[in-house]
Every structure is written in C-alpha cells, then in structure tokens.
C-alpha cells in the first residue's frame, strides 16, 4: 500500500526529507509520494513520518482515500466551526 499527497499540499518542504524510503517527490504543483517506493514507514517508524510534519490538515491520504490529518486534527478546530467561521469570514 502507499500514501499520497493531494492538492492541498503546499510545497512546505516538510516531509520529503523525512520519508526513510525517499518515496516523495517534488513536481508541479504540490509534492507527491512515489507508490513503488513508498513503505508507509512500515518496519521504520511506528507512523507515516509524512503525516507526522504535515501542517495541512487533509492534504495525505492513506491507500484507502481517509486523511492522515483529518479537519481538526492539527487545529483543534471542529471542522463545522471552521466552515462556520470561514463563512463569516467571506460574508465582510
């Protein structure tokens, strides 16, 4: 199985030089993770050393499409009071 990065991501440099299978990459417009290579950490760490420096919620999935990070898992934010906010926000 292997990991990926989406969308989201935003090229913080983070990850890649923690990833011990050198599985992630940089390409345009956001890094992406290398299925051959990638371990998931597996026999290395006991998580995904990419998920664990991620500053952005969502942005890596496991084989099975579900975030590593989901909504509110770095800010502590309920992801419906985020979207609330975010609304108000755009609303002025």
Do not use: R
Request: negative net charge; proline residues 11%.
């Amino acid at each position: 199985m292997a990991l990926k990065i989406i969308e989201s991501c935003v090229n913080c440099f983070a990850c890649e030089p923690l990833c011990p299978s050198k599985a992630i990459y940089e390409a345009k417009p956001h890094f992406l993770i290398d299925p051959k290579k990638c371990t998931e950490c597996e026999g290395d760490y006991s998580v995904p050393q990419c998920a664990s420096i991620c500053p952005i919620e969502g942005a890596i999935l496991d084989a099975f499409g579900a975030a590593l990070n989901p909504p509110g898992s770095l800010t502590g934010i309920p992801p419906e009071k985020m979207a609330e906010a975010m609304a108000e926000l755009q609303s002025h």
